[in-house]
Antibody, heavy 120, light 110 residues
Framework: VHLEQSGAEVKQPGASVKVSCKASNYNFPTFGISWVRQAPGHGLEWMGWINTYNGYTNYAEKFQDRVTMTTDTSTSTVYMELRSLRSDDAAQYFC??????????????WGQGTLLTVSS | QPALTQPASVSGSPGQSITISCTGTSSDVGGYNFVSWYQQLPGKAPKLIIYEVSNRPSGVPDRLSGSKSGNTASLTISGLQAEDEGDYYCVSFTDNSLYAFGTGTKVAVL
């Protein structure tokens, strides 16, 4: 199982960012993808989950108004878009394979992370 | 969703055992057997080390074990080794079909 994330991004406050997570070596529609972020020197924060089979999403309340997760089964890729960026959105963003579609709840494989810098 | 409470740091000497607690509520830790634990080494992505309270993925040494009592889950590392140094996070499924993450614990091997 491998999750390959897109490269580091630098954005201005108020802009949007779209991070990709390309999955390989497993049956993509069987497992969902969660996104987790980590600000410098801080802990992990769950942002939300997407069902890669039907596109259903479930977002953490904190991000509901600003995040959109989408899936492209033709390329086994999940995207996470975060809008109206603020300085405190600067963080490492991780995608992780989520077993929710199997009726279980944990994140068994993780991407390498994508660093977002927010600066004017 | 509120974070689960973990001690900021735990330390021990090589060979000793340490336990990291993870305290939630009946809406998360206490209500479901869906507690997982993750190890994050410096500069790396988190790695799953315990799922469903006490199950170890393939390749995780049996020195690591998990348990739960009421609203508190625990991770025990026996025979502490230098390679165990890092940050540890608990995660629980919640009533709102969300994940709650723990505040994280830094493990130091003295």
């Amino acid at each position: 199982v491998h999750l390959e994330q897109s490269g580091a991004e630098v954005k201005q406050p108020g802009a949007s960012v779209k991070v990709s997570c390309k999955a390989s070596n497993y049956n993509f529609p069987t497992f969902g993808i969660s996104w987790v972020r980590q600000a410098p020197g801080h802990g992990l924060e769950w942002m939300g989950w997407i069902n890669t089979y039907n596109g259903y999403t479930n977002y953490a309340e904190k991000f509901q108004d600003r995040v959109t997760m989408t899936t492209d089964t033709s390329t086994s890729t999940v995207y996470m878009e975060l809008r109206s960026l603020r300085s405190d959105d600067a963080a490492q963003y991780f995608c992780a394979r989520d077993v929710q579609q199997l009726g279980l709840f944990y994140l068994d494989y993780w991407g390498q992370g994508t660093l977002l810098t927010v600066s004017s | 969703q509120p974070a689960l409470t973990q001690p900021a740091s735990v330390s021990g000497s090589p060979g000793q055992s340490i336990t990291i607690s993870c305290t939630g509520t009946s809406s998360d830790v206490g209500g479901y057997n869906f507690v997982s634990w993750y190890q994050q080494l410096p500069g790396k992505a988190p790695k799953l080390i315990i799922y469903e309270v006490s199950n170890r993925p393939s390749g995780v040494p049996d020195r690591l074990s998990g348990s739960k009592s009421g609203n508190t889950a625990s991770l025990t590392i026996s025979g502490l080794q230098a390679e165990d140094e890092g940050d540890y996070y608990c995660v629980s499924f919640t009533d709102n079909s969300l994940y709650a993450f723990g505040t994280g614990t830094k493990v130091a091997v003295l």
